[in-house]
């Protein structure tokens, strides 16, 4: 089955330790994406990346870094500069230029610092 | 600054009846696409139905439908014969190209939980 995992579902940590989720696809989109989800608020765009070794900050950015080493996979790391890290994160890919204009998700993974 | 703006936080609607949720987005851009995602309890985020906006048709999808009104700027979803797996919150989400067109930044808005009611 073709699809976009993100593991693990829940995670938990201490504050002031970074942290990195993982987003795999076997879907062979070229553009991935990282959101996060707030309780009241819709989604929002914290990295993006067209093509293998190259991304773009989305609009929250700050506190985050992600690589993009191989086309399946858009790893996401928490920092400790990160302020408000708990809350949950959404992984998804497409492919606009190839006319897949809507984005794929996976599960999530709930993220709690204390 | 593209905006996206769900007014309705919450709405309940009774098994087998219609429901209309509404969206209206804030764009100079003359092309750019159009979702509603759904994300039930399990909080996995599905696509519902998509609009590009150069289509003049509304797109439907089984029983779901939208009305597009570009002049506007509004993108109403209308769920026909509701079921109880309708249950979940609906997000309207705004999206251009960009990067020669290799990638698309999604604006959502803040979502309406509806409640199909038995």
């Known amino acids: 089955d073709g699809g976009i995992t993100q593991s693990p579902k829940y995670l938990f940590r201490k504050e002031g330790q970074n942290v990195t989720l993982s987003c795999e696809q076997n879907?062979?989109?070229?553009?991935m994406y990282w959101y996060r989800q707030d309780p009241g608020q819709g989604l929002r765009l914290i990295y993006y990346?067209?093509?293998?070794?190259?991304?773009q900050k989305g609009d929250i950015a700050e506190g985050y870094s992600v690589s993009r080493e191989k086309k399946e996979s858009f790893p996401l790391t928490v920092t400790s500069a990160q302020k408000n890290p708990t809350a949950f994160y959404l992984c998804?890919?497409?492919?606009?230029?190839?006319?897949?204009?809507?984005?794929?998700f996976g599960p999530g993974t709930r993220l709690t610092v204390t | 600054a593209q905006t996206v703006t769900q007014s309705q936080p919450e709405m309940s609607v009774q098994e087998a009846e219609t429901v209309t949720l509404s969206c209206t987005y804030d764009?100079?851009?003359?092309?750019?696409?159009l979702f509603w995602y759904k994300q039930p309890p399990s909080r996995q985020m599905i696509l519902v139905i998509r609009?590009?906006?150069?289509?003049?048709q509304n797109a439907t999808e089984n029983r779901f439908s939208v009305n597009f009104q570009k002049a506007a700027k509004s993108f109403s979803l209308k769920i026909s014969d509701s079921q109880l797996g309708d249950t979940a919150m609906y997000f309207c989400?705004?999206?251009?190209?960009?990067?020669?067109?290799?990638?698309?930044?999604?604006?959502f808005g803040t979502g309406t939980l509806l409640a199909v009611q038995p």
């Open positions: 998804a890919s497409n492919s606009p230029g190839q006319g897949s204009y809507e984005q794929y």
């Open positions: 879907l062979n989109h070229d553009a």
């Open positions: 990346s067209q093509i293998v070794n190259d991304f």
């Open positions: 764009t100079s851009e003359n092309n750019y696409y």
């Open positions: 609009q590009e906006a150069y289509k003049q």
């Open positions: 989400a705004f999206g251009t190209l960009n990067y020669g067109g290799a990638t698309n930044k999604l604006i």
